[in-house]
């Protein structure tokens, strides 16, 4: 089975159409106030409607507030929603929208009560934990936490790159990867040249 691919983090028309253009199954936008990746509205807007056909676009939040999350639906072209936060999953599920749980990886966590919870994501994404801090950091996190025998597609982030995916995929073997900072130039700026490498590396496994 082919390793899709979720880019996240994109905050301009360009690097996002750039990403769909080299073959990306999805791009994310966060909707974060406090992340350095953060869009507004109409930015993510103009996003949406500037991706080719076939191309999922998936909103995070983070413990956001239900209206909030109302207006980015109404007013953005979403496919699926990614939470990141401490959300329930009556909360992940109250928008009629297919939903991704995040989950931050560290000693004691028991990934299988876990998919328990949520029985009806349509993926369980593993992302690396920092105190504080909701993703996007840069940092991977022991592969060796994850269960061999998993319910949910598992989609694989933190610190992945084209210098790890090929790795990833061969230790993991996750439903999909879910890159940000590894093809960045910049903190919400794409680097053409990491996105075609790292999406060239995982077709080739």
Known sequence: MR?????CGFTRVDDAVSAALLGVDAIGLVFYPPSPRHVEITQAVGIARALPAFVSVVALFVDAEPVYIRAVLEQ?????????????????????????????????????EIEEQYPDACGML???????????????????????????????????????????????????????????????IKDAEKMAAFIRITNQR
């Open 126 to 188: 593993l992302d690396a934990y920092h105190p504080g801090v909701q993703g996007g950091t840069g940092s991977s996190f022991d592969w060796d936490l994850i269960p061999e025998r998993r319910r949910l597609p598992l989609i694989l982030a933190g610190g992945l790159s084209p210098d790890n995916a090929a790795q990833a995929i061969q230790v993991v073997n996750p439903y999909a990867l879910d890159v940000s900072s590894g093809v960045e130039a910049a903190k919400g």
């Open 76 to 112: 953005v072209n979403v496919d699926c929603l990614q939470f990141h936060g401490d959300e329930s999953a009556p909360a992940c599920r109250a928008y009629d929208k297919p939903y991704i749980k995040a989950i931050r990886m560290q000693t004691g966590i028991n990934l299988s």
């Open 3 to 7: 390793t899709r691919v979720k880019m």
